[in-house]
């Protein structure tokens, strides 16, 4: 039989966009009915993301760092692996932050659904549960469907030892020699982690140079880091077969300097995402839909359709949970009447590799392609005691002026822990900073956030410590 529920606002999709929408909404005295196909609430960032790769990330980290740490004068060994124990740990803070979710969800009353939803008019979904067809008639609706692994058409996807980013997570075994097609963030952090477990890593990249949206300056430390770990990397490469054998997985490769082909024991493809806007019947509820699946939205988050509302990575890059987090809010109070519009200045971009890679604002790329003026002010983190202290001497911070106003455009940063310094910058950008404020801002001594006060002092010229 069928059910039919009223709601004033409709969620599609438990993401970090979708929860943050239906809480904010259900704060600001609206119903709510949350419809997700998963039995766990989260999305993709919580379950199969930002937060597990982050967990392993971690381990990976203690790993290196541990195998250095000769140099210091400390040796502590082989590591011994418990492939079961890494996952367990992992799983384990991922099914906390879940768990919180449902319990956030149930203490403001907002009515979770569980199972595909797809759009049948404008103010109705139709929803297929385990007890059966749920229809849901609601006034307005958020879509926070998000997003898919991309996947390449050739690839034998039934042969186990073909990982995408959700199966690579669940470490079921350290291959010997991993192939990585993709030198994106998500490719690489992966990489990160079967490197520090032991894997021999080769990472195949389409473009000339690794994570492609960033500048060069702040990618050239990782790429020397892992070039010296890694058994290869390929640029301006791509793999046009992967045949499976008793002996591994044989990959064809067409390129620079790549082989014309060579065996691996796994494969893990992380070449992008695709958003979800074509598996939801959206037109049925007269939303467009572009071409590749993604769906337009104003600055209120709001549809060609003007009661529907979308946020997160089906409406485009960058596609990050901060983003997504930010426009559900601003699709939420846009629905309870409040007049927000989404107008950050920036996103920051970090990749969660070692040494972090993180940027913000104007690069120095879009500026030269765009014959945008600025300033720059760089400290290289040789000259930092902290960053010394740590046993890394290759980072780079590097801050970007309007040369006029001494304002601050954008930020690059290059290190351990960058992703955490780039938040610093960030602030500056929407604060409108200028050099001088981060210059005269006293910093604590010895931090890495330093180099941020470093740097602004360098575009002023009034740097006098080298520490
Ligand atoms: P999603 O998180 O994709 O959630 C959409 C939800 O909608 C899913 O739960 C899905 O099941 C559900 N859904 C879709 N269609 C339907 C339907 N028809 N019916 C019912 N439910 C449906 N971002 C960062 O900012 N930092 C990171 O460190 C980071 N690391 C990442 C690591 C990996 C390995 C991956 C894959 C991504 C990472 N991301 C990271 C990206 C981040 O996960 C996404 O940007 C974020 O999850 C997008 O949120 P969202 O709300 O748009 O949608």
Redesign the pocket.
């Known amino acids: 039989g069928q059910s039919d529920i009223e709601t004033e606002v409709l969620v ?9 929408a239906a809480f904010r909404a259900a704060d600001l005295g609206k119903q709510v009915v949350l ?4 039995a766990v ?14 967990a392993l990330l971690h381990t990976a980290q203690v790993i290196s760092e541990a195998a250095e740490f000769a140099r210091h004068g400390v040796s502590f060994g082989a590591p011994e692996l418990d492939l079961d124990a890494i996952r367990g740990y992992k799983n384990g803070i991922v099914s906390k932050l879940t768990g919180g979710l449902a319990q956030l969800a149930k203490q403001r009353k907002v009515s979770v659904v569980t ?4 759009f049948t008019s404008p103010h109705t979904l139709v ?1 297929e549960t385990a007890e059966g067809r749920k229809l849901i008639h609601f006034q307005n609706a958020i879509i ?6 991309a996947k390449l058409p050739f690839v034998p996807w039934d042969d186990p030892r073909v990982m995408d ?2 199966d ?2 669940e470490v079921q075994e350290v291959p010997k020699r991993l192939l990585v097609i993709g030198g994106g ?2 490719g690489l ?2 990489a990160t982690v079967y490197h520090a477990l032991g894997a021999k890593v080769t990472v195949v990249e389409l473009a000339d140079g690794l994570i492609p949206g960033a500048d060069r300056d702040i990618v050239r430390p990782l790429e020397k880091r892992i070039k010296a770990r890694y058994e290869n990397i390929y640029l301006k490469t791509q793999v046009t077969a992967i045949e499976p054998g008793k002996k591994g997985l044989l990959c064809k490769f067409q390129g620079d300097r790549a082989p014309a082909e060579d065996t691996f024991d796994r494969v893990l493809v ?1 070449i992008g ?1 695709w958003p ?1 806007g074509k ?2 019947d959206a037109e049925a509820a007269g939303v467009s839909v572009t071409e590749r699946g993604f769906i337009e939205v104003d600055s209120q988050q709001r549809t060609n359709a003007p009661h529907i509302f979308a ?5 485009g890059q ?8 930010h ?2 809010k601003v699709a939420a109070e846009a629905i309870a009447g409040e007049n927000v519009h989404f107008d950050a200045r920036t996103i920051p ?2 990749a ?1 590799t070692d040494p972090e890679v993180a940027w913000m604002g104007l690069t120095e790329n879009e500026a030269k392609a765009k014959g945008i003026a600025y300033e720059k002010g760089a400290f290289p983190w040789a000259a930092s005691g902290r960053s010394l202290s740590l046993g890394r001497d290759e980072g780079l911070t590097k801050v970007l002026f309007d040369p006029d106003t001494k304002r601050v455009l954008g930020a690059g940063i290059v290190g351990p822990n960058a992703g955490e310094l780039i938040a610093e910058a960030t602030l500056a950008l929407e604060m409108d900073a200028e050099a001088g404020d981060l210059a005269l801002t006293v910093h604590p001594h010895p931090t890495l956030s330093e180099t941020l006060n470093f740097a602004a002092e360098a575009a002023e010229g009034t740097i006098t410590d080298l520490y």
Request: aromatic share 2%.
């Open positions: 599609l999709g438990s993401g970090p966009g979708g929860y943050t419809v997700e196909r998963h609430i989260g999305g993709v960032c919580l379950n199969v993301g930002c937060i597990p790769s982050k199972g595909e939803g797809t929803v926070a469907a998000g997003s898919r692994v980013s959700t690579a997570l963030i998500i952090e992966m992380a995402r979800n598996l939801i946020i997160g990575d089906i409406v960058p596609m990050l949970a901060h983003k997504a987090t426009e559900g971009s970090v969660y």
